[in-house]
């Protein structure tokens, strides 16, 4: 039977660990699909702990490699009794649990397609998440839905439409197959997009590909010894495919807590990795911002973090400020600076297309903005240059990928010219399932065409940002990021509460430079001094001054279900008024 313990009981399975600099890699599964990856490890390790799902405070879930697939096979079994058969696409809507888990590789085993759908936590938007849900069922039409009874009002109107069978833990009884009907190069996950600048599109994923794709970023990051600390949702690749199934096909075992716990409380995330001697985590750059920048020191009395070998740093453009803030936070405790990795990829390739080294120091450069924005050129800033602009790395290419950066023509750029990021690996997506012209689009000739731009320098790549988010400001194009960055250094702004985006103005003949600021500070009189604040530290650290600054209520700004800001929607709303509007 599965254990439950208290939090503080866990860390036993982790007193004895010490981390150890000569800790050798570790091997990836020789099992052709996830399914069958974990009926082996079942087999060969059925008390190897693999998963430790917080899913409250205080209460922990331990599951062994034996308790994992009896909870799977219960999974399996009663998606089998509902009519799902091998291939069948099936919807997960749960937050991170251990029935999450269960209806995860409960498909797995029994060779279905799972898709995993943000849950509908948040009460006041259920509606926005019904109609997502709408879309996503009509994109994989899937033979059923898990989720949880309380999620039933959100669920129930988009699955009845579509006649889809709604599915509720818990799985009673269970049958473990002893093998898997699914070969490597089926399909073995639709990964949605978070649709930053349009509709989100499904991801179509063979087990060959997520092996692939696994066995990449274990080569480059997994030892022996590892464990893994996530609250990174399962409905984001980073959190999917870097914290559970590439750490789960190398048989690594997995700490995780739902999402929500970290945005309440940091800190959270922080003493799990104190707790499990943990040694690998991942995570966006703005949960390092919050972690440097919000939590009391209070919070952080006690903490051990000498265990801590790799900090992933990925899915938005990284910040090299914010690495320094970080490790000068927490030195203290045992973290190492060269524990931070900074990577890139997406879910089109999986997850990883290149990673830094971990252990090797931060690698940046400091260009002329003003430059880059009028040639696309990298030239060296000197230190007392007004318009410099440090930019972080995001490391090599992982094992098997190629990069090219290639201008209009589709022509290599040279080092250190900017130019469109194509991406070429074996852990490429067959496409966007059952999206045809949409896949044609972005895969040409086997290379995949991002929609980033960035530039190499003697192989380390820079990502600058996302073609469509471009800011263009006087004939010069400017990525938003470098404007969030320095209007979020103003006092009274919080990390992920700040859009930067042109708005088109025909009286200045170009696009308006506009802040978007979410504030409790909105309706008060507070905020025209937050408005001033944000206009001098943008101008300061930018040279240019904001056309408009906008101060809306919190949760105002629209965003992914993983949490990215779709600042094209942030334009519409502005031109038509709605932004800050309820809903």
Same mark, same amino acid.
């Given at each position: ?59 922990? +879930? %331990?599951?062994? =490699?034996?308790? *994992? ?7 399996? #079994? @009663?998606?089998?009794?509902? &009519? $799902? ?94 093998? +898997? %009907?699914?070969? =490597?190069?089926? *399909? ?7 649709? #930053? @600048?349009?509709?989100?599109? &499904? $991801? ?380």
């Amino acid at each position: 039977m599965t254990s439950v313990a208290a939090i503080e009981d866990v860390h036993e399975d982790r007193a004895e660990y010490r981390p150890d600099a000569a800790a050798e890699r570790v091997a990836l599964t020789s099992a052709p699909t996830i399914g069958a990856a974990l009926l082996e490890r079942a087999e060969l390790y059925p008390d190897q702990p693999m998963c430790y799902i917080e899913e409250s405070e205080g209460r922990t +879930v %331990r599951l062994t =490699a034996a308790e *994992l697939v009896e909870r799977a096979g219960a999974a399996a #079994t @009663t998606l089998a009794e509902a &009519g $799902v058969r091998p291939g069948d696409r099936v919807g997960i809507c749960l937050d991170t649990s251990a029935d999450a888990y269960a209806a995860l590789h409960g498909c797995f085993l029994l060779g279905a397609v799972p898709f995993v759908s943000e849950p509908p936590l948040s009460t006041m938007r259920r509606q926005r998440w019904s109609d997502r849900l709408r879309l996503l069922i009509s994109r994989a039409e899937p033979r059923a839905v898990i989720s949880a009874p309380s999620f039933r009002d959100a669920v129930a109107g988009p699955c009845q439409e579509a006649g889809v069978e709604i599915i509720e833990p818990p799985f009673e009884g269970g049958y473990v197959p002893t093998s +898997v %009907r699914a070969d =490597a190069d089926d *399909l073995a996950l639709i990964q949605f997009t978070s649709g #930053t @600048t349009g509709n989100s599109r &499904g $991801v179509a994923l063979t087990h060959r590909a997520i092996m692939s794709n696994a066995a990449s970023i274990g080569d480059r990051c997994f030892r022996s010894g590892e464990l893994i600390v996530t609250w990174l949702p399962l409905h984001h690749d980073m959190g999917l495919i870097g914290c559970n199934l590439a750490p789960f096909l190398h048989g690594l075992p997995v700490a995780s807590m739902p999402p929500l716990s970290f945005a309440l409380r940091p800190e959270r995330w922080l003493r799990a990795l104190h707790r499990y001697r943990g040694t690998f985590t991942s995570a966006p750059n703005f949960a390092y911002q919050m972690c440097a920048t919000k939590i009391p020191d209070a919070k952080l009395a006690g903490l051990d973090l000498s265990a801590w070998r790799v900090a992933g740093n990925g899915a938005e453009v990284v910040n090299a400020a914010t690495l320094r803030r970080f490790a000068e936070r927490l030195s203290p405790y045992g973290y190492r600076a060269t524990s931070m990795m900074p990577c890139y990829g997406m879910a089109e390739t999986v997850l990883a297309a290149t990673m830094c080294v971990p252990g090797d120091p931060m690698i940046t450069t400091t260009v002329r903005r003003d430059v880059l924005a009028d040639t696309g050129k990298v030239v060296e800033a000197g230190p007392d240059d007004p318009d410099r602009q440090e930019l972080a790395s995001s490391g090599t290419p992982v094992l098997g990928t190629e990069i090219r950066v290639v201008d209009e023509s589709r022509t290599d750029v040279a080092d250190r010219v900017q130019g469109d990021i194509l991406l070429r690996s074996p852990s490429l997506m067959s496409g966007y399932y059952q999206q045809k012209d949409e896949t044609d689009k972005v895969l040409r000739d086997g290379w995949l065409h991002t929609g980033d731009q960035g530039f190499l320098d003697d192989g380390q790549l820079y990502v600058t940002g996302r073609v469509k988010d471009v800011v263009i400001i006087g004939g010069r194009n400017y990525h938003p990021y470098v404007f969030e960055t320095a209007a979020s250094n103003a006092a009274g702004t919080h990390p992920g509460a700040v859009a930067a985006v042109g708005c088109p103005d025909p009286a200045l003949g170009t696009e308006a430079l506009t802040i978007v600021v979410e504030s409790k500070l909105h309706a008060s009189d507070e905020a025209d001094a937050l408005r001033e604040a944000v206009v001098r530290s943008v101008s300061e650290e930018t040279g240019l001054r904001p056309d408009r600054v906008e101060i809306v209520p919190r949760g105002s700004l629209p965003k992914t279900p993983s949490g990215k800001l779709q600042r094209l929607k942030v334009v519409e709303s502005l031109l038509d008024g709605t932004l800050g509007r309820k809903s």
